[in-house]
């Protein structure tokens, strides 16, 4: 029984780290993040329970068949080939196209948003900083790789039976990570027309399923990047206070005191610097 539950142990531990290497690459594991725990918690317990296992079978505490000479190439198949076959598979028949792009698309921009984002303010030097830097353009091609093949299911999707949320929010948030690259980088044209292109679907499904608050939330996700992107760029500034009026019901009813105290903000700034001119 001992045996079985360290074995177990093991195994999980395994599988654990392969997953995760499944969903964002062996790149993602040392991307910080939250996304990683799951292989680091892996990493730990295997690591932990291997050396302890291997101390109590050393001093005859428990009795581990592994760690014998004649068991132990017949037995690291089934720790190393068994998780690797679950990489493949996870990887190539249980993801949708286009979602190991996006994972590791977004995790990055994840990241560079703790380092070249502050809502409402250009920060130069960071965005000349972003636009420099190799990762940021393959990031760029990866949300596009991804976009273009959930597109594709999207266009499937909507002939066929009613779309829950979990059906469009990837492609929508590929659409907004995007656009918040984009804006991070300053290419605001760039990252206007990617949020019009979510508004796009966005907006009709909101419209039509007035009770769904994930669609509703989505939409003004969408309405709070334009009304920024438009806020930073310091163009068309009754249209980023209209979006923002847009986005403060929804954002009041469901309790988002920060997010309302920042638009009020937002909307005063701007109607000041609307008066000045």
Known sequence: MQQLIFYIIILGSSYAITNTWAKYGWLGLGMPGAHREPALTGVFIGSIFGAIGSLLNKYGYIHLTLFEDKYFWTSLPIFTINPFVWLLCKRYILMRVGEFDYNRAIIRTKHWTKVYYVPGQALQNESEML???????????????????????????????????????????????????????????????????????????????????????????????????????????????????????????????????????????????????
């Open 131 to 277: 636009r420099d830097f190799p990762l940021a353009q393959k990031t760029i091609e990866l949300f596009l790789r991804a976009i273009s093949a959930l597109e594709y299911h999207w266009s499937e999707l909507v002939t066929g039976e009613p779309l829950e949320f979990r059906s469009y929010e990837t492609l929508l948030k590929a659409y907004e990570e995007l656009a918040l690259l984009y804006r991070m980088m300053h290419r605001f044209n760039e990252a206007q027309a990617i949020l019009a292109k979510a508004l796009e679907i966005a907006e009709p499904l909101a419209d039509c399923n007035l009770g769904n608050k994930n669609l509703a939330i989505a939409r003004n996700l969408i309405w709070f990047s334009q009304a920024e992107t438009y806020q930073v760029e310091g163009i068309e500034s009754h249209k980023a206070i209209e979006l923002y009026e847009r986005c403060l019901p929804l954002a009041q009813e469901l309790g988002f005191n920060r997010d309302v105290q920042m638009m009020n903000g937002f909307i005063e700034k701007l109607r000041k610097k609307e008066e000045e001119k």
